[in-house]
Every structure is written in C-alpha cells, then in structure tokens.
C-alpha cells in the first residue's frame, strides 16, 4: 500500500510537471530514463530516481505592437524590413521603415533580443496597437507591463551576430545605418559631418576609405561634386547648341489580359485628401513672365563657391529668397484661413514648401524659417530635404507646417501651369522652365533673354487680384536684379 501511494505521488508529480512543461519550458533532459516507465518499474521502492527534470533557460516572447506615430495616423504601409526571423537585435536598433500618407518613420526597438516572427510583408498595411513583431527576450530581464508576453517552449537556435547601433546616440538615416553594418563600422565612431552632426554616406565612406584604403563604388544617386580646376575643368558644351529630343523611358510591355485594382496608400493617399479638400478653395490665377539673365550670370559666379562648400547651388534659393522678401510685405499671402472662414491666422515663420517628384509621388517638404536664413543655408537644406525626398526618408517635421509653396514644374517642362493650394495654404506659385528667347531693350534692340515664366493660385476668399500682382512684381524685381535684394536681406 505504501508503494501504491508512492507511485500514485509520482504520477501525480509527473502530471504535474507535464502541465508545467507546456507553460514553462521544463523538459526531460534524458530521454533514456522515459523507457524505464513501465510496469515493472512501479514495484522498485525508489521510483522518484528515475526521473530526471531539469528547467531550461528560455525567453519570453514580446508582442512588440506599433506605437502612435502622431499626426493621427491609424495605419502605415511597411515599406522595408532590416531584420529577419531569427536575427539579434538590442535596443534602439532599427527594425523596419513604415511609410504614412505623410512621412516615412523608422521603427526601433524597446528590447535586447531575438526576432521570432515578423506579422507583415513587404508593401502591407499595419494597424497601430497591433502586433509589429514578435521578439524573443531574456526572461530574467522581465518585460513592460503593457506588452503582451506569449510563453513558448525553449528551443536550441545558433547564435546570430547584429551590428549594434544605438540610434539614440547618433543621427543617421536608415540607408546610411545599414551601410555601417554591412561594413561592420560603429556610427559611434564616425564623426557626422551633417545638420546636427548628422552622420551622411560621405562620412562613412570616408571613414571606411581611412580604415581599409578602399572606397565604396559611387551611389547611382547624383553626389556633390568638388569643383574642378581650371586645368581640370571639362569644356562646356556652345550654348547654342540645338534642342534636346527627349527620349522616351523604354519600359518591358508586359500584358497580364487582366485589369489590375490595387489600394491607394503611402502619399498618394495624402494627395487625394489634400486635393479633395482644395477643391472647395475659389482659385485665383495670375501669371507672368521673368528675365533672370543677370541672375543666370550671377548664379554661375557663386556655383564654384558653393561647390567648394560642398552644396549644390541650383535658381531655387533665390526664388525662395526673394519669396520671403516679398511676403514680409504681404504678409496675407503668408497666412492660412479656418474652416468656418470666420479668422485668418498670419503665420511669423516663412516654412516655404517645394514640391517634389519622388517615386512614391508628389512630396512638399518646407524650408524652416526662410526669413532668417541665407541664400547658402536654403541652398544646403533644400540640398538635405531632396536627399531625403530621393531616398524616401523624409519625416513628419519635414513635410508638415508649411506657410507658402512653390512648385518648380519647369524641371520636367512647360511654361505654364494651374498649381492647387494645398490647404491651409492661401496661395502657390508654378515656375516654368527657363528659355532662351529673343526680347526688346529700352533702344529697341533685340537681345537673348532667359525668360521663366510663372503662374500663381491664390485663394480669392481673403485674396484679391490687385495684392497678388503687387506681389509678383515685387518677386520679380528681385530676381530680375538680384543686387535689389540685398537693401532687404536681413
């Protein structure tokens, strides 16, 4: 009777260390002593020796969900990974890039461990609150107590090596972080050389060129280029030259017989709201044309001096220049109405816009404070905010807070152009391209000009014509003797 009870006792342990073993991750570490269970072994007085449990180490798995990103998204479009399953990751590391109809943001890490499951693909909508990842974490380490934890059973992996970057410590873009670990370089040990000692490609290119004497094939990207010496210097083309043909992209014709329908996301989703709500602003148009021969001439004077600072000097400072200038005095056309129409707020900060085309679609980054900067500080910014535009990482700071736009659609081509307010702008200009055209002087005589023209949409709510005239003026005044804009420069 004594060893019944003693085997009811060990059946009963045994029970309940199999319950355990579901919730907790204890196995048995020989599986030799399982086959010595049978009958037999009930009669033996010492039957709690031949069960041997031992707990194994393991790690609790995390629920890492997607935060509020702000600016009241509710859903992001997962655009890249930089992990997989089974890679290590600590705190702060980056772990995937998620695109919003407003901003590109990267997602980092809360913890120290090992990726288990990723919840989405390539190209899929994420939900905030919901489950991003899973992650593996030391249990002995605990976890936030509003996280969801999932126990699973220990299991035997290798041992995955991550480089480790602490993105609290260093500003650096996600491309730029993930040529440091492709070349095993800390970004700790690289001096940025960027906006806020933000650390650029060129900065570990250089870094790297010092440590191995290698560099880096170019990007395909356009890079800043040195100016060449005068015995260097590549011999222009005559500027008479004839027109460029444009040739046509030639794109592999692929015919599936079927239509194709696929959600609107990222900024094209941004741009129907955006559009949809400009719709109900009353547009008024007026257009001119500008001579910007002696500001041609001028910029090609600067072009090696802003080179040799390593910014590339294009027209658009100056006409986001002499944009400022003009709205200090018209500071309506600076200014945004509410919804009821009842306020107009005048906004102090000139956050001038300047739309681009990206991949993704239409993007109007602004430049911050114009009305404080110089023509070489717009320049270096615009030069960031299309780097960034290029590479799809411009975040919320950079796209949201404009005051005024302007849209330089003379880069692809045309003269003229209906541009769209983008609320709760009041107005927007549309630049053409730059022509070379034959023009009258005071004598009578015929000169080559190069002539730019430009349309401008204000909102004629707040907006009469008369005040958008006296504006254009003033803006091409400026540009047309660029020496007028320093009396105002401040």
Known sequence: RIKRVTVRALCCEFVCVHHIRSCSSIRFIKSKYACVFDKSAFNFSHQQRLFRTSAVSHGQIVQFKLSDIGEGITEVTVKEWYIKEGDSVSQFDSICEVQSDKASVTITSRYDGIIRKLHYNLDE?????????????????????????????????????????????????????????????????????????????????????????????????AEIIAPLSKSETVPTAPKDKARKIPIPISRPVVFSGKDKTEPITGFHKAMVKTMSAALKIPHFGYCDEIDLTHLVQLREELKPLAQSRGVKLSFMP??????????????????????????????????????????????VPNVK???????????????????????SQLGTN??????????????????????VILPPEVAIGALGKIQVLPRFNGKGEVFKAQIMNVSWSADHRIIDGATMARFSNLWKSYLENPALMLLDLK
Not at 181 to 204: A, H, P
Not at 404 to 418: P, R
Request: include cysteine.
């Open 125 to 221: 909508i994420a939900y905030v609150g919901k489950p991003l990842v899973d992650i593996e974490i030391d249990a002995s380490k605990g976890v936030a107590p509003e996280e969801d934890v999932v126990e699973t059973p220990a299991m035997s992996h290798e041992e995955h090596t991550h480089q480790e970057i602490k993105g609290h410590k260093t500003l650096a873009t996600p491309a730029v972080r993930r040529l440091a670990m492709e070349n095993n370089i800390k970004l700790s040990e690289v001096i940025g050389t960027g906006k806020d000692n933000r650390i650029l490609k060129e900065d570990i290119l250089s870094f790297l060129a010092k440590q191995t004497g290698a560099i880096l094939p170019p990007s395909p990207k």
């Open 318 to 363: 100056f006409f986001i220049k002499a944009a400022s200038l003009g709205l200090l005095q018209y500071p309506i056309l600076n200014a945004s109405l509410d919804e009821g129409c009842q306020n107009v707020t005048y906004k102090a900060s000139h956050n001038i816009g300047v739309a681009m085309d990206t991949e993704q679609g239409l993007i």
């Open 369 to 391: 404070n114009v009305q404080v900067s110089s023509i070489f500080e717009i320049a270096s910014e615009l030069n960031r905010l299309q780097a960034l535009g290029s590479a």
């Open 398 to 419: 950079d796209l949201t807070g404009g005051t005024f736009t302007l849209s330089n659609i003379g880069t692809i081509g045309g003269t003229y152009a209906k541009a």
